[in-house]
């Protein structure tokens, strides 16, 4: 398992939102837009997973899609293997809030072990913070990530398993996460409507020497047998931040 993507919107700070029946987000956040439209996509095997892995992304795709133009995320594993896909999509050292908003649909659920997607912010002092979460075929929970001496990823008590979610079919997923100093705060997820707190935190900053201001996000595949090959399309993918 593992964690970091490599990867000037104007925006106003606002009240922190409720986290009640749903995830709010105030009227005065960011927003990316659509982020599969982006033609800047990266994409790599990571080398903190087993064995190795191949991947591409074509955009735009007719169908599946909600609105016409989905992207198309594709990967070839060995040994479980991992792809990581990332996206530099601004520069904001000062935001605290964020929200992690996509649609996904998978043609077979049962070659996926671990949906990674993540949020990464260099602060002005050079630390990198990294909002990293997953839904966990093997843990069968959504996970969070502490960055305690590296990396260390933490079950929650809200069951996930991508194996389980159903094929071929758009699920919606929202991720509600915050910072203080260097500490993480995973306020909420929502998974096809259905609100979970989760309202853990922990120590959630590295210094990778990243440049300062930069918000990126990943998402990674992780394969759930000796071989085979996952596709995956997004559509509506955007994040929100104040």
Known sequence: MKI???AVLMFSIAAAPVFAADISIPKGAASTGDLTESSHWEWTHDGKTPGGSVASSHYP?????????????????????GERFSLTFGRNAEVTHFVYDTYVYLEDPSELANLEMDINQVLSNGLTVIYAFQCSAYSGTWQYALMTNGPHWHATKVGCSPKKWAAKTWHHIQIASHRS?????????????????????????????????????????????SRGEITLFQDKLTVFYW
């Open 181 to 225: 100093g260097d500490e993480v705060f995973y306020d909420a997820v929502t998974f096809d409507g259905e609100y979970h707190a989760i309202n853990e935190k922990g120590h959630g900053t590295l210094d990778l020497h990243w440049s300062p201001g930069s918000l990126s996000l990943n998402f990674q595949l992780d394969g759930a047998n």
């Open 61 to 81: 795709i007719g169908s599946p899609s909600l609105d016409g133009h989905a992207r198309e995320f594709y990967m070839s594993y060995a040994d479980k293997g």
């Open 4 to 6: 970091f993507g490599y």
